[in-house]
C-alpha cells in the first residue's frame, strides 16, 4: 500500500496570511502511463469531502484561484494564497497511481 | 446540476444487513466509475471500493473485500452498499463519489460527492 503522510496535521493561520500543507508519499505516484494521480480534498465543518485540485496542480471547476498544488514525485504541497474565513476545515491529500486508494491523515486548517 | 444523493441515515443492531443507496443525476450514469469511502466519528478517509455501472465492474479494497458488497442498478442510476451482518465497528458516515472521467479506465480523482450517510450500529 502507498502511505501518505501530511504534514502539519494542525495549521493555526491568521486570515488573509498564506498557508501551506504537505503531503509525501512512500512511493513515486508516477504512473505507468507517465502521469500522477494526486490530489487534494477539503472538507468542511459537517460536510462531505470536495475536490480541489487532481493530477498535482488541476484546479477543479469553481475552485478559487488562490488554491495551488505542486509537486511531483513522492513530495506535494497545497497552498493558499490568502486564507478566508470559510477555508476553515479539513485537507486531504489522495493518491489514486495504485488501485488501493490512499488517504493521508488530513490536516486541520483553522484560523487563529 | 450533476449529483449524488445519498439514502437516509440508519440505525441498526450488530448482526442486522443494510443497503444504503447513492443516485446518480445529471450525468451519463453508466460511464462513470463510483467510489465509497468510509469517514469513522472523528476520524480520516478510507477508499472502501469502486464500481463501473456500465458493466458492473467492482473492485475492492483489501480492508473491505468480504466485509461489504458494491453493486449498481443502471436502470436507476443507483449504486448500493451492503452489509449482510453489521458490527458495531461498522459505525460510520459513508460517502459515495464519481469518478472523474467518464472512462473505463479506473479513476484518478472523485470530483462529485454525495451529501453521506450515517450508519450507527449499536445494540
Known amino acids: 500500500d502507498i502511505v501518505m503522510t501530511q504534514t502539519p496535521l494542525s495549521s493555526p493561520v491568521t486570515l488573509g496570511q498564506p498557508a501551506s500543507i504537505s503531503c509525501r508519499s512512500s512511493?513515486?505516484?508516477?504512473?505507468?502511463?507517465?502521469?500522477?494521480?494526486l490530489s487534494w480534498l477539503q472538507q468542511r465543518p459537517g460536510q462531505p469531502p470536495r475536490l480541489l485540485i487532481y493530477k498535482i496542480s488541476n484546479r477543479f471547476s469553481g475552485v478559487p484561484d488562490r488554491f495551488s498544488g505542486s509537486g511531483a514525485g513522492t513530495d506535494f504541497t497545497l497552498k493558499i494564497s490568502r486564507v478566508e474565513a470559510e477555508d476553515v476545515g479539513v485537507y486531504y491529500c489522495?493518491?489514486?497511481?495504485?488501485?488501493?486508494?490512499?488517504f493521508g491523515q488530513g490536516t486541520k486548517l483553522e484560523i487563529k | 446540476e450533476v449529483q449524488l444523493v445519498q439514502s437516509g441515515a440508519e440505525v441498526k443492531k450488530p448482526g442486522e444487513s443494510l443497503k444504503i443507496s447513492c443516485k446518480g443525476s445529471g450525468y451519463s450514469f453508466t460511464s462513470y466509475w463510483i467510489g465509497w469511502v468510509r469517514q469513522m466519528p472523528g476520524k480520516g478517509l478510507e477508499w472502501m471500493g469502486i464500481i463501473y455501472p456500465g458493466d458492473s465492474d467492482t473492485r475492492y479494497s483489501p480492508s473491505f473485500q468480504g466485509q461489504v458488497t458494491i453493486s449498481a442498478d443502471k436502470s436507476i442510476s443507483t449504486a448500493y452498499l451492503q452489509w449482510s451482518s453489521l458490527k458495531a465497528s461498522d459505525t460510520a458516515m459513508y460517502y459515495c463519489a464519481r469518478g472523474r472521467i467518464p472512462l473505463p479506465r479506473v479513476p484518478d480523482a472523485f470530483d462529485i460527492w454525495g451529501q453521506g450517510t450515517m450508519v450507527t450500529v449499536s445494540s
Open positions: 489522495m493518491q489514486a497511481t495504485q488501485l488501493l486508494y490512499t
Open positions: 512511493q513515486s505516484l508516477v504512473h505507468s502511463d507517465g502521469n500522477t494521480y
